[in-house]
């Protein structure tokens, strides 16, 4: 287990996870428009090569600097450390959560995907996780998923001391009873990126959670 700063431990918001855009111009003019609105930003890229993805995450992290918004690595440990970002994400396939947090360092963000298993999210913790991840609550379009969390989840996880994170399907309409059970932050791809206004989703994300703000 790790110590968090209070500025990782007290996280709450919108956690904007990029679009798969292969135009790194383009990926930062809708990142920009709505990163004023993101409490994180998560770099998911799955299909470029790995000077775009270098290419993208120098690009986005010093638009992240700018903002003040703390960038997160979709599991690539060694391109979050290239690029100074502030942190990488996990799924269970895709590293070992004690190696990231030694190569990037005790200050690191280090998030763990635990899906529906509440003792996926105990070992992550463990292992030095400073946020753990459940989902899919609801059906998606931005990945396939097999698992299904529930409210219960996230309320289960307080005692883990760490911000959780609901993903999945999430609206502004639906998220609601997530907030309430304990989600510090959603998580959203097409919630925002595919709105017809990106900039009024993203306020409206941020609105959901106006009540424990």
Not at 27 to 41: F, I, K
Not at 66 to 76: E, H, K, R, S
Not at 83 to 94: I, K, Q, R, S, T
Request: hydrophobic share 50%.
């Amino acid at each position: 287990m790790t110590s968090l700063p209070p500025s990782v431990r007290n996280a709450r918001g919108l956690y904007l996870i990029t679009p798969e855009e292969p135009d790194t111009d383009r990926l930062l003019a809708r990142v920009s428009a709505v990163l004023p609105q993101a409490t994180w930003l998560q770099y998911r890229q799955k299909v470029a090569d790995s000077a775009r993805r270098h290419a993208q995450a120098t690009a986005l992290q010093a638009l992240c600097a700018q903002a003040g918004v703390p960038l997160i690595i979709n599991d690539d440990v060694a391109l979050a450390d290239a690029v100074g970002a502030a942190g990488v994400h996990l799924g269970e396939d895709d590293g070992d959560i004690a190696a990231a947090r030694a190569r990037l360092g005790e200050h690191a963000i280090v998030g763990a995907s635990c899906y529906d298993d509440a003792l996926l999210a105990e070992r992550a913790v463990s292992a030095g996780a400073s946020y753990v991840a459940f989902g899919a609550f609801f059906p998606t379009t931005s990945k396939v998923t097999t698992r299904r969390a529930t409210p219960e989840l996230l309320a289960g996880a307080m005692a883990l001391d760490v911000p959780r994170v609901a993903i999945g399907g999430i609206t502004p309409d639906n998220m609601s009873p997530l907030v309430a059970a304990g989600a510090d932050l959603v998580a959203v791809i097409g919630g925002v990126f595919e709105a017809p206004d990106p900039v009024a989703a993203a306020i409206a994300y941020r609105q959901g959670f106006r009540p424990v703000l």
